[in-house]
């Protein structure tokens, strides 16, 4: 992806990632065995994994975004030994998954983002 795809709003496939991500962490109380922590924090953090990507999609050149999408990745990844529910298997391998691909990308995405910034702030 060259640098004017970086700024135009809607088009990175990675932000894409992390909304589908989110969507998936969310819903996947819904096949999965779970129990209210598991539950809470698998809505809770794919909501805001989901919805920040939506905003780095919206708004291309927010850096700030995707430092937030890593954080979030990094947070669902340790939730089953923090909230202690690493005997779900079903939904620790989720938290476990879902968490390291969206820290991916995160990262992935950060380049996009910081080239999106600078052709912002050089109009």
């Known amino acids: 992806m060259n640098e004017s795809q970086a700024v135009k709003p809607w088009t990175r496939p990675y932000d894409w990632a992390e909304v589908v991500l989110g969507v998936v962490a969310m ?8 129990d209210n922590a598991a539950m809470w924090t698998m809505v ?3 909501a805001l994994i989901a919805l920040d990507g939506l ?3 919206a708004m291309p050149g927010m ?3 995707e430092a937030i999408q ?10 089953p030994w923090v909230m202690s529910y690493t005997h779900l298997t079903g939904i620790a391998w989720s938290s476990w998954i879902i968490g390291a ?3 991916v990308a995160g990262a ?3 380049p996009l983002a910081q080239a999106a910034s600078r ?4 109009h």
Do not use: H, N, Q, R
């Open 44 to 46: 809770v953090l794919g």
């Open 27 to 34: 819903a996947s109380p819904l096949w999965m065995a779970t």
């Open 101 to 103: 691909l969206t820290v």
């Open 119 to 122: 052709m912002a702030g050089s």
């Open 70 to 79: 890593i954080v979030l990745g990094v947070l669902l990844f340790i939730s």
């Open 63 to 65: 850096v700030a975004g």
């Open 108 to 110: 992935a995405a950060l």
């Open 55 to 57: 905003v780095s999609l």
